[in-house]
């Protein structure tokens, strides 16, 4: 084993970077044998500097990222900061300077992924980001190493634990969204913004991120479709639970079917209790992926949260230390494929569709011309009447997203449907 | 892109090595890709040659394995044949002449692997062998890689696919082990001679290695305790019903409390119907790791099959490439933990015990008495008689398997106790 440590700089050190750097201490000798050289943290970047930080040496505390990753002794920098800037500008002084980066940070890698790797081929250097997706649940290494030697059709996942807290607790109890978003709120599983989780942005970035890498190709946050949440209500769950169904926020990634093309995409959609990813509860994080050799595979896991989010930044940082002995990189990024994103309206699933209408002779009549005419296959249809006033429930077989969005256009038109109550995707069948 | 081709030489073209070579002709340009250079199949050796194989130049085909690992210009050998010899041998050369090796064979990586992994170092090679665990399910790589900064606790899975298939009938439709292992065999999931699997001989094997890369300890297939299931009854299943239970054949590899020393042992064992487990169907595999930063994982997908197999086997094949092109090696063995392997009186958990007993008062007294004599604490007991003829049934809390053995000998001594019934591990709380 080597004795002369490999130095780690820290950028950031809150609820990940604090973690990183207890386990670096606990497990030390641990790590150096599985690295083969012993690994010293040079330097801790912060915001607050006289903030008390148990178990960190104050002499390594600095607010001067830059001059940290400048040093040009540092051999990996672990990236823990998050947002934009200044962990952008951060990322690419340290390739500059001769350091392989881990990052936690997905709403960097999703919008700037493709420059980032871009300096890390330059320089010859590793950058690692497995925490960035679904926490410590390893998927990133899954679907870039293990999956190399297959072809990926589909990722299918709940990758945002406050949602997935918030959707079971609405299922399990019959809260509705604003009375269980108080709830997580108040159990600290969503912050005080909780916009970036229950719109959808956080799982987005997630989705760029697992549909570049499993498909090949680049792509970006604006390509991901994003629909949040907070329209889901307490009606919905019992539709779905009508329907042998619970409601979940997925990000989903698909190969078209004639293989030339892709989507990703974000939206809350009902799923059969008996998909596996009915019964992840609470804010827990679970991926399926399915590919033409493997078949079906899950993976299942805490999405968040300080210390599983470390042990994937550790185990990315003994990956990198590793790399960096053996004078190599590891696998960049992988985007020969280079298909083309297609928008949602080319994406094909199924809906539910609820429809307030007049209770009078003719109108289911009326309404399955529309389907019909928009070329969009009508499953069942459930009609309720009273007092004049009817609902019908149309669970629709697989149509374009396009059609469906004419279909509803064109029932808002009729005189006989009073309101479209809810339309949500039907998935995982 | 390089242009010069890896050679790549098949050692089996069977169920999975068939399976390798049409991945490898169909997916060649994408291989080329994530590899950085066209791989060539170079030869394959077989034992019948004469046999048609579809999409494989007959002139590739050889009988002569061993003329084909020396030629010396092999740049991977991938061993699908199985079985200890010629496998080993074969194996130990290719490293000798420059190859490195991917392999599936999970009952040689058991008994040798530590000496396989010596001979890849010395040469300077690769050992992959993630197909040997769980077919398609990616669980050898996040254990050394992806949980390299970790540290893991516990392995408890259900690593193979035919005995899942007989217990999950078992369950399902309330039959007896010899009929639902008649239709595991006429469905193609059991072979023709079962014992490898129902003796748990295989789970085994896949024990051994996982414990041994879980706690970089080297874990011989001797060390891990086995019980096959061919006694597991309809009773059994009933009496796990009654329980809120389902039985499952598991491999599970465990640190113990204070650190110092692991088990690995492969048993059936009664688990709650609300643990993840319980609810893997069919010939799925599914392996649950438990680790101090990332707390609970599960991995779950096909165990088993040619095409699921030959997936994790190309996973490898493009990382061996990989390395190669870059120079490198990646982890080799890693046993520098060197833990003790307890024995089984060792492990410590909970049973469920039937007792025929007689139906007079004072037995109860009895029997608890012996429970606590040897330490072993009572959770319920449930007691049902008719007719002179009664049983008992007791659920522990956790004591070791040496005090339940004590147990149960003093047991089977008292005049009152006709027979113990059944003895099931109680796992997965
Ligand atoms: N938390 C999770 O469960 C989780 C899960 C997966 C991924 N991630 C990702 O991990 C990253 C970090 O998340 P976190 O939850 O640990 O965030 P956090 O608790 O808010 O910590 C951020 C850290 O960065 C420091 N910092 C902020 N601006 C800085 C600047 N300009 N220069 C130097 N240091 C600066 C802060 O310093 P002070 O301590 O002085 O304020 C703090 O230590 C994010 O990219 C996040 O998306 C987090
Ligand atoms: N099948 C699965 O689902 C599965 C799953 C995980 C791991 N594995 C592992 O994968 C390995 C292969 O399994 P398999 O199911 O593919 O086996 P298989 O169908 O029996 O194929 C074995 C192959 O090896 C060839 N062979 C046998 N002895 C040989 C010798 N002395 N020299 C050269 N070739 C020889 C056979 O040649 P002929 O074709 O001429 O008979 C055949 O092509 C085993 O280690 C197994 O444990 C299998």
Same mark, same amino acid.
Do not use: W
């Given at each position: 084993?080597?004795?002369?440590?490999?130095?780690?700089?820290?950028?950031?050190?809150?609820?990940?970077?604090?973690?990183?750097?207890?386990?670096?201490?606990?497990?030390?000798?641990?790590?150096?044998?599985?690295?083969?050289?012993?690994?010293?943290?040079?330097?801790?970047?912060?915001?607050?500097?006289?903030?008390?930080?148990?178990?960190?040496?104050?002499?390594?505390?600095?607010?001067?990222?830059?001059?940290?990753?400048?040093?040009?002794?540092?051999?990996?920098?672990?990236?823990?900061?998050?947002?934009?800037?200044?962990?952008?500008?951060?990322? +690419?002084? @340290?390739?500059?300077?001769? *350091?392989?980066?881990?990052?936690?940070?997905?709403? $960097? %890698? !999703?919008?700037?992924?493709? #420059?980032?790797?871009?300096?890390?081929?330059?320089?010859?250097?590793?950058?690692?980001?497995?925490?960035?997706?679904?926490?410590?649940?390893?998927?990133?290494?899954?679907?870039?190493?293990?999956?190399?030697?297959?072809?990926?059709?589909?990722?299918?996942?709940?990758?945002?634990?406050?949602?997935?807290?918030?959707?079971?607790?609405?299922?399990?109890?019959?809260?509705?969204?604003?009375?269980?978003?108080?709830?997580?709120?108040?159990?600290?599983?969503?912050?005080?913004?909780?916009?970036?989780?229950?719109?959808?942005?956080?799982?987005?970035?997630?989705?760029?991120?697992?549909?570049?890498?499993?498909?090949?190709?680049?792509?970006?946050?604006?390509?991901?479709?994003?629909?949040?949440?907070?329209?889901? +209500?307490? @009606?919905?769950?019992?539709? *779905?639970?009508?329907?042998?169904?619970?409601?979940? $926020? %997925? !990000?989903?990634?698909?190969? #078209?079917?004639?293989?030339?093309?892709?989507?990703?995409?974000?939206?809350?959609?009902?799923?059969?209790?008996?998909?596996?990813?009915?019964?992840?509860?609470?804010?827990?994080?679970?991926?399926?992926?399915?590919?033409?050799?493997?078949?079906?595979?899950?993976?299942?896991?805490?999405?968040?949260?300080?210390?599983?989010?470390?042990?994937?930044?550790?185990?990315?940082?003994?990956?990198?230390?590793?790399?960096?002995?053996?004078?190599?990189?590891?696998?960049?990024?992988?985007?020969?494929?280079?298909?083309?994103?297609?928008?949602?309206?080319?994406?094909?699933?199924?809906?539910?569709?609820?429809?307030?209408?007049?209770?009078?002779?003719?109108?289911?009549?009326?309404?399955?011309?529309?389907?019909?005419?928009?070329?969009?296959?009508?499953?069942?249809?459930?009609?309720?009447?009273?007092?004049?006033?009817?609902?019908?429930?149309?669970?629709?077989?697989?149509?374009?997203?396009?059609?469906?969005?004419?279909?509803?256009?064109?029932?808002?038109?009729?005189?006989?449907?009073?309101?479209?109550?809810?339309?949500?995707?039907?998935?995982?069948?």
């Amino acid at each position: 084993m080597r004795t002369r440590p490999l130095k780690v700089a820290l950028l950031g050190c809150g609820v990940v970077g604090s973690e990183v750097t207890r386990i670096m201490t606990t497990h030390a000798d641990d790590l150096a044998q599985r690295i083969g050289a012993p690994v010293e943290l040079a330097g801790v970047a912060v915001r607050r500097p006289s903030k008390v930080r148990e178990g960190i040496d104050p002499s390594l505390v600095t607010t001067d990222a830059t001059a940290l990753v400048k040093r040009g002794d540092i051999d990996v920098v672990v990236e823990v900061i998050g947002g934009i800037e200044p962990a952008r500008s951060l990322i +690419t002084t @340290a390739f500059e300077h001769g *350091a392989s980066v881990v990052s936690a940070n997905k709403a $960097l %890698l !999703a919008q700037d992924g493709a #420059a980032l790797h871009a300096a890390a081929e330059e320089h010859g250097r590793d950058l690692y980001y497995e925490a960035a997706v679904a926490g410590a649940i390893p998927l990133i290494r899954p679907l870039r190493e293990s999956l190399a030697g297959d072809k990926v059709n589909r990722v299918l996942g709940i990758v945002n634990g406050t949602t997935n807290f918030i959707l079971d607790k609405m299922d399990s109890t019959g809260a509705g969204y604003q009375e269980a978003l108080d709830e997580a709120t108040a159990l600290g599983y969503a912050e005080a913004d909780p916009t970036a989780d229950v719109e959808g942005f956080d799982a987005a970035a997630k989705a760029a991120i697992l549909a570049g890498i499993a498909f090949h190709t680049r792509v970006r946050l604006d390509d991901v479709y994003r629909e949040g949440m907070a329209e889901v +209500t307490a @009606a919905d769950f019992r539709s *779905a639970k009508e329907m042998g169904c619970t409601i979940k $926020l %997925l !990000a989903i990634c698909e190969r #078209a079917a004639d293989g030339e093309s892709v989507t990703a995409r974000v939206h809350p959609a009902m799923i059969p209790l008996t998909h596996p990813l009915a019964s992840v509860r609470g804010a827990y994080n679970a991926v399926f992926v399915e590919s033409d050799a493997a078949g079906q595979l899950m993976f299942y896991g805490p999405g968040a949260g300080g210390a599983p989010t470390a042990s994937a930044v550790l185990g990315d940082l003994v990956a990198v230390c590793r790399n960096r002995l053996n004078g190599a990189t590891g696998p960049g990024e992988s985007s020969y494929a280079a298909l083309p994103v297609s928008p949602m309206g080319e994406v094909v699933t199924r809906y539910h569709i609820s429809l307030d209408v007049a209770d009078k002779p003719g109108v289911l009549a009326q309404v399955a011309t529309v389907f019909a005419e928009h070329g969009v296959s009508i499953d069942t249809v459930r009609q309720q009447g009273k007092d004049g006033e009817a609902s019908l429930v149309v669970v629709t077989h697989r149509a374009s997203d396009a059609s469906l969005t004419g279909t509803v256009e064109a029932l808002r038109k009729l005189d006989t449907v009073r309101g479209v109550a809810s339309i949500m995707r039907v998935e995982g069948e």
